[in-house]
């Protein structure tokens, strides 16, 4: 919050005089749902998120497999566990680009590894 606060005062004192967003070149897109049959209509949506989102859900998973496989939670437990507030700060930050839903513990015991 105090970073947001503190760029929204360098925009206002750095960019007083002049406009800082220029949105004359905005253009919506078209709409893409013109299908008149409903399930049709869902079926092409669901289908344009998979193609957004599929590959980075993918990596992610694989990722979280690879990171839970080979990083010992001893090796975080001493990196962050000394220092409770900076490692609960780091601990999380690490971690969250890392959570998929359980996604990497199921591929993870899919190829043998070891969750004891």
């Known amino acids: 919050m105090v970073c947001g606060i503190l760029a929204g005062l360098c925009v206002r004192l750095f960019f007083r005089d002049k406009g800082f967003f220029n949105f004359s070149t905005l ?29 980075y859900f993918l990596i992610g998973i694989v990722l979280a497999a690879l990171f839970q496989r080979y990083v010992s939670p001893d090796l975080f437990a001493g990196l962050f566990g000394s220092q409770w507030g900076f490692g609960v700060l780091m601990a999380a930050t690490v971690g969250v680009p890392l959570y998929v839903c359980g996604g990497g513990t199921i591929l993870c ?7 004891a």
């Not at 919506?28 to 669901?46: E, F, I, S, Y």
């Open 109 to 115: 015991c899919w190829n043998g590894c070891d969750m």
């Open 27 to 55: 253009v919506l897109p078209g709409n893409r749902d013109t299908d008149l049959n409903m399930l049709m209509r869902l079926q092409k949506n669901v289908w344009r998120n998979i193609r957004a989102t599929g590959g």
